[in-house]
Structure formats: C-alpha cells, structure tokens
C-alpha cells in the first residue's frame, strides 16, 4: 500500500507541472528527488508531516482553477489515480505532554490549487504520527459542507461494513493514517483539524517528543502574495511537582511559563517556507534516584467507569548505585517458514546484540520452534565470550525455517530450564509471527508453572511481528508475568524494535513491586492488574480506579538488585489540570482487550466499546465513520445569489454517513500462520485478469500525460505536412497492435508454466 501511494505522488508531480501560476511565484515546479534516492527506495513521496492530496483518476482537470494555462486536453485515465499534494496556506500545532503520553493537535488550511474550477476531486488527508500514535479524530470544514470522524459499536458498524470501500480511509503504514473527503470543487480551501495521541521516548533520565512535522517545498503556496503563518504551542506537565529541564529543541520556542513541574513555550512566524524539519523537545524531570507520585481525580461526568480515578509513577533516575539484577535468559523464536528472509535475519541479528549486553555471571539458552523444538544448550549457558559465539554460531547453523507452529513445548521447555533460579532474575523472550489454536490453553498452563514459580518467577516478555499474530495473546502473556510486550506490524523496524525490547527487560532495577495500601480501597482495580518491572530505560506508569477514601499516606515496595527491599514514599496530590482519562485511555483499552479475548465476557467488550467511543480511542469493538454535514439549499438560494439567515433562524442540514473499513489489527489469522503467510502490513491480493487488462491498457495513457502535456508538443504536431501525419499515424498504429498483443499475452499467459 505504502508503495502504491508513494507511486501515486511521483505522478501526482509530474501532473502537476501542467499548471501555469503566472509570473508572481514563490515556489518552482515540483522537482522529484535525486534518481538515486528514487531507485533505493519510495520514503521521499511519503508523507513526513500532516498532508493533503487531490486524488486525479483523470488527468484532464488538472488547471490552475484561478488563472487557466489552457493546456492541451488529455485523453485516457490514471489508474491508479494520481495523488497531487496541495499547498498549504497557514499551519498550527498545539502539544500537551503529560506524564509520558503527547496529546497533538494540528490546525491547518489547505487549497485546491491544482484542479479547474468547474471540476471536482476527493482530496485525501495523510496523518502520520510519532511514537505509538492513536488517531482520536479529524474534522474538516470546507464551504457548506463539514465532515467528522466518530465511532460506534462494532454491532452498529456491522451494517457498513460491505459499502466500506479502502479507499475511503485507514492505515497506509501503521504510524500513517488517512482519510477522504469527497468531491471537493477546485479552487476550494479546506480548514482540517487533526488529534492524535503519542508516546514520549525515555532515555538516561530525559523524555523525547518527536513530531513529524517536515513539509517538503512543493506544499508552499506558489504566489507571493499569500501570506503563511506558522504557529507551535507546547506544554509539559511533568507531574514531579520538581524542577523541569528543557534540554533541546528543534524550532526557536518562546518560554511563557515556567512552574514546578510544567513548562509552556510558544512560536508563531511569518514564513516563507514551512518548517523541514521534524518537531522535537527533551526535557528531564527527574532526580538520581528511584522517585515516585500519586495523582488522584474524580471520574468525568459522563464516564463510562464512575469510579474515581488513580495513578502513580515511579522514575528509575539517572544514575543507579544499586547492584544490578543477575540475569537468566532464554530466547525462544519462531522458525516457522513465514519467517523466511529479512524476518529471521532480523531476529538473529536482535538476539546476537542482546547476548554482547549480557554481564559475565548472566546465564542465557536459544530455543527455537516450529513443529519441532531444538535447544542451544541442555542446560542454562554461562555468559563468557566463547558461549556468545557458539550461540551465534549455533543460530546461524539452526535458524532454518520448517513447517508447523507449536508455541507451548518451547515455552513450557523454557519455564522448566529457568524453575531452579536463584539469586537472579528470570527471563523468557519470546518471539513469534504466528497465531494458534490453543493460545488460552497456553495462557493457563503458564499461570500454573508461575504460580508455582516462587517470588521472583520468570517474566515473560513477548515480541509479535506482522499483522497474522494475535497480539492480545502475547499482551496476556507478557500481563500474567509482569513481562513486557513489544510489537512491529511491518519488516521494516524488526531489529529495531526487538533491541528497544531487550534494553528495557535487560536493564530491570526493581522487581515485586506493590503499593500499599490499596487493598483496603472498595473495588480497585489496577491496570495492568499485575504490575510490571521498574527499568532504568523506562518509567512505569500504572492507571487504576477506586472507590471509598484513598488513603493520605501511600508506599511503594520492591525488591532491588542485590535482593534487598525497597520502599519509598508517594506524594498524592490531585490532578485537576491532568486528563488522566484521556492520557491512559490506549493502554487501558489494549489491557482490558486482552482480558476480553481470554475471557470471552460479552460484558468487558461492551465496556471496551464505551469506553472507546468516550475517548476516540479505536479498539477491536468498535467501527470508524466519517459524518458528513451539508447545508440544505433553500429555494431562494438555488437561483444563484446565496442569502443569509435571519432572526438567528438556523441552517437546515442533511447528514450523511460515510464508512470506514475495520481499523483494528484484529485477534491473530490462524489460516494465514498454517499456510505460512509472510509478516507485513497491508499487503495486497493479487490482482485478477481483468484488473490485469485494465492496468496494462491504461498504463500507456499515464505515461503519456507525463510526457506529453506541453505547449511545444503542440507547436510541433502543427508543423508537420500531410504525408509525415500519414507515415507517423501508420507507425502509431503497428506499436499499438503490439502494446495489445503484449497486453493478452501479460494476462493470458503470464503462468508459471509459460
């Protein structure tokens, strides 16, 4: 898909080079990157800041829709169309960061400069987001016309879902959502406001907010004249109740306040080009040592859950005197064939970085799995430098794909390897790109081995790769044992994204850990209901709800590296200026998801679906649309001259409901893991014969309207005499009978078998 749309721009450019803006412009043609780039890869035409693209199935109403350049009339269709991004007239971004959770907000307007005046286009909007984005809404104002998005129930959505078409909105890639609005007349300007939410980055005692937000040139108005105004709002509420600290900035904010615990800056510029970089800030709030808080707030109005609210941090410092955790690993890895190539190569790179990190005295084993299981070692591997190579080695020689995904041998292997343990901490990662039958089988077998386990069990922490694995089992998994659960949807950041994992789970400086004391609250409840490892790579963060009196004076407890205790006092203060709701809202709604997948209660993915449509946080239980809101013309008003209201009479609309296709990543795809589907994110079926046909005949249309859409090519056509039209039209005819017979040969005979 991400290709498909990238391709789509390269020829929306060179579209877009028919249009005349006249002498007064700011702005050249659109110029394609370097042939270098372009050949290694399709990034630059993707979209690296909010855009907007007039969608161009006929290349004909390609105009400047103010100033005509009477181009030459193109004949045939782009299939698929051709995407023309819009220039951009004024651009807002508002940031609020509270705790490690981003709420963006982007205003914007955008012109249809590229499509005549009598015509219409849908225009399609690219969103992409930054760390763990969730798209929470868009709403786009345009004349008499506005749209929305909003959500309902899957059971309400179940009747759109044969009219949803793809085209109208989803994920290109899983940190770019889009959306269309449909036939929009050119010239038109569209008011576009955008929400999403993203994860802060933690490293070494400092946060990172990374925004994309990098306009390429060709969205700059190309008239002088029209003035671009630029504006960046940023607040930090660290909620330490300490000194904040700015450590860097990517555009020149003003600071409007500074207090204990936030900060608030502010830009706003005329400019001649919008910002080409991405929009970044580190800041550090926290002290040396292990720090922590508790923030108390009653439940909204009209929350879904009326119980009052509750969360608490704990900071792991920036420097850690503590002794740190002995460490038994064991790495278990899917071999199944879908794995096959850069999957696999990723995943042995990942897991030979991990094992370099491993401390002398660490102990570590490799098994792999598919119908068969196959073990590094009979027995746990002390970490030396020969251990490391054999284990290299020993992937290298046995990372070799096979048939069959049987999950529960190896990890109860694992478990059985990791029982005698002591004086350290246990650790099983497990890697997978597939999805079983028995995955709540397994869920149970591993609460009994844990159960069994002794104080510090193994912590499982899981790793799901492509869209085929059922996310919400390995979430349940890595719950139940205090692990952590990473994931990637593309091949594209595999190691990257394993190596963020092992950084985390290696680095775990405080284990057990409970806050008391909450069980004398009526009906708490803690999310996630088993608290994670404290790491010095990532704060932790718990929401929960309660009713009664929370108590005044709240510890925190553990147990430290050299096998101490810990404990540390929790100041509680109310958070009135903190939407707590809003800011744990996707990671409550993915833990109580993996409960209701295992639990099958009909009543939790109700509550799911609420909860949902209240914060517009997608879920698996519940159904994106798009509202779309016209105002009703009046008979006076069709004669031509519009009149206003009077008397503060309101405008009559009509609505109209516009599906979407189901957005979530779903509960794993057991038929595609048994005929070993490679991992990936929004692949497409193949096409059909006619689809063939149709692509192949229209394909000789596009690249002509690339090339021949100029003024000299009809001053030379002019110039010709009779008998060279007659000789070039006999010539044009013997190349198209042969465009035709390669065209039936590419669809009749394009088989294996020749």
């Not at 721009?9 to 050249?28: H, M, Q, S, T």
């Not at 799901?464 to 949807?489: D, K, P, R």
């Not at 932790?540 to 430290?560: D, H, Q, S, T, W």
Request: charged share 20%; with cysteine.
């Amino acid at each position: 898909m991400a290709e498909d749309f990238a391709r789509a721009v390269d020829d929306g450019l060179k579209l877009a080079k028919r249009i005349y803006f006249g002498k007064d412009r700011a702005v050249a043609a659109p110029r394609p990157p370097a042939p270098m780039d372009r050949s290694s890869t399709t990034q630059p035409y993707l979209p690296t800041a909010p855009m907007v693209y007039a969608v161009i199935p006929d290349p004909g109403i390609v105009d400047n829709p103010d100033l005509p350049s009477y181009q030459p009339h193109v004949h045939g269709r782009c299939d698929p169309p051709a995407l023309i991004p819009l220039q951009m007239n004024s651009i807002e971004l508002d940031v609020d960061c509270y705790l490690d959770t981003a709420l963006v907000t982007v205003t914007g307007s955008w012109r249809v400069h590229c499509v005549m005046g009598s015509k219409r286009c849908d225009c399609r909007i690219a969103i992409p987001m930054g760390e763990q984005g969730s798209i929470l809404g868009v709403e786009v104002e345009i004349p008499r016309k506005s749209y929305t998005t909003q959500l309902i129930t899957a059971e309400d959505g179940n009747e759109f879902e044969k009219t949803a078409l793809p085209e109208t909105g989803g994920f290109l890639k899983p940190n770019i959502f889009t959306l269309t609005i449909p036939q929009v007349d050119g010239g038109t300007n569209l008011s576009i406001k955008m929400t999403w939410s993203q994860k802060l980055t933690y490293n070494q005692g400092q946060f990172f907010l990374d925004i994309p937000f990098n306009f390429p040139e060709y969205v700059t108005p190309a008239v002088k004249k029209i003035s671009k105004r630029e504006k960046i709002y940023l607040s930090v509420n660290a909620g330490t109740g300490t000194e904040v600290l700015c450590k860097g900035c990517s555009h020149q904010l003003k600071e409007k306040l500074r207090s204990a615990g936030k900060l608030r800056f502010a830009y706003e510029a005329d400019v001649l080009k919008w910002s080409n970089t991405d929009f970044s800030f580190s800041y550090t709030a926290s002290s040396s040592n292990i720090v922590g808080g508790l923030f108390l707030q009653s439940a909204p109005v009209h929350d879904v859950d009326q119980r009052d609210i509750f969360s608490f941090y704990l900071f792991p410092g920036k420097q850690q005197k503590t002794k740190a955790f002995k460490r038994e690993v064991v790495f278990v890895v899917d071999i199944s064939k879908s794995m096959t190539g850069k999957p696999l190569e990723d995943v042995k790179n990942a897991i030979s970085t991990a094992l370099s990190k491993l401390d002398p005295g660490d102990s570590f084993n490799i098994i792999t799995f598919s119908n068969d299981t196959a073990l590094f070692s009979t027995s746990m591997e002390s970490v030396t430098s020969d251990a490391v190579e054999r284990g290299i080695e020993w992937m290298n020689k046995n990372f070799v794909v096979a048939d069959g995904t049987n999950m529960l041998p190896p990890l109860e292997k694992a478990v059985e390897m990791l029982s005698n343990t002591r004086g350290s901490i246990p650790m099983i990662f497990f890697v997978t790109d597939g999805s079983v039958e028995d995955e709540r089988h397994i869920c149970d077998v591993m609460k009994k081995h844990l159960a069994s386990a002794g104080s510090v069990f193994p912590r499982i922490h899981t790793f799901g790769l492509g869209v085929f694995c059922n996310h919400y089992f390995l979430q349940m998994l890595a719950n139940i044992s205090c692990g952590q659960h990473e994931s990637v949807y593309n091949t594209d950041h595999i190691e990257e994204r394993m190596d963020k994992l092992f950084t985390k789970a290696l680095s775990t400086i405080l284990v057990n850990i409970a806050i008391e004391p909450l069980q004398s609250l009526d009906e708490v409840e803690v999310y996630p209901s088993n608290i994670p490892d404290l790491t010095s790579a990532s704060p932790l963060m718990i929401y929960g709800r309660y009713r009664g009196k929370f108590p005044e004076n709240v510890i925190a407890k553990g147990l430290l590296g050299d096998l101490s205790s810990f404990s540390t006092d929790l100041t509680v203060q109310s958070a009135k200026d903190m939407p707590l709701d809003k800011v744990f809202a996707k990671n409550v709604i993915d833990l109580l998801t993996a409960e209701a997948w295992f639990s099958e209660d009909k009543q939790l993915k109700e509550k799911i679906a609420k909860l949902s449509i209240q914060t517009g946080v997608l879920s698996e239980y519940t159904r994106m649309i798009q509202l779309e809101n016209t105002e009703e013309l009046k008979p006076s008003e069709t004669g031509g001259k519009k009149k206003t209201t009077s008397n503060g009479e309101k405008q009559k609309m009509i609505s109209r409901t516009i599906p979407l296709q189901s957005l979530g990543i779903g509960f794993g795809d057991k038929t595609a893991t048994r005929e070993n589907v490679p991992p990936g994110f929004g692949e497409q079926k193949a096409p059909d014969a006619a689809e063939k046909f149709v692509k192949a005949a229209s394909s000789c249309c596009v690249s002509l309207c690339n090339k021949c859409c100029c003024m000299c090519c009809v001053q030379c056509c002019s110039k010709l005499n009779d008998q060279c039209v007659l000789v070039f039209t006999q010539l044009f005819t013997a190349i198209a009978c042969i465009a035709c017979f390669e065209c039936c040969s590419t669809v009749c005979c394009s088989g294996d078998d020749g």
